[in-house]
């Protein structure tokens, strides 16, 4: 009978240790599922506030264009007005003395600016005194396009697309051309 009590606490013993085995394979797997879950949750949240933060740059990046377009287009707006104003009052003046080349080589600062048009002109003669009247609105080089393109520094309007293209010189006033702008009337 001895024997007998002594193998049943021994296999209870054994059923005892294969059972905290047990647990303790079954709480260790759980312990690293939850530990790389914790980690994935982790992982997730600091890529969610990279974006969330990518998100924010790009909203601001996204207004600070909205106003320079906006203020871009506000001087669009002002100087398209500026421009109707000048071409309706040198359309009331009726082109002033002829072809209103006078009015627009004073509009321009002689200076540093100032280059020849061509090899055989002077640096200190402005061009317009040399050139034919044309008609108003009329290209100044080619005196046959309409003068759609305003060049840049001195700002007149003054040349057709293809004289602008090939210009280095406004020919109203003989100051260097360093851009131009094309005009739409429409």
Partial sequence: M????????????????????????????????????????????????ALEERLRNLFMEAQMWLDVAQSHEATANVLRGDLQRALDSQAVRGGGSGDGQEDDAESCCWGE??????????????????????????????????????????????????????????PACGSAKNGSVCVNFS
């Fill in 113 to 170: 600016n100032q280059v020849p048009l061509c090899a055989e002109e002077e640096v200190g003669t402005p061009a317009v005194e040399e050139r034919p009247a044309t008609g108003a609105g009329r290209c100044k080089g080619c005196r046959e396009g309409a003068a759609v393109v305003l060049l840049l520094p001195c700002r007149h309007l003054c040349v057709c697309a293809s004289c602008a293209a090939a210009a280095q010189a406004c």
């Fill in 2 to 49: 001895m024997q007998a009590k002594n193998m049943w606490t021994a296999l209870a013993e054994q059923r005892q240790n294969h059972t905290r085995l047990i647990v303790s394979t079954v709480e260790a797997r759980a312990a690293k599922r939850l530990k790389a879950k914790d980690e994935e949750i982790e992982r997730i949240g600091i890529m969610n506030w």
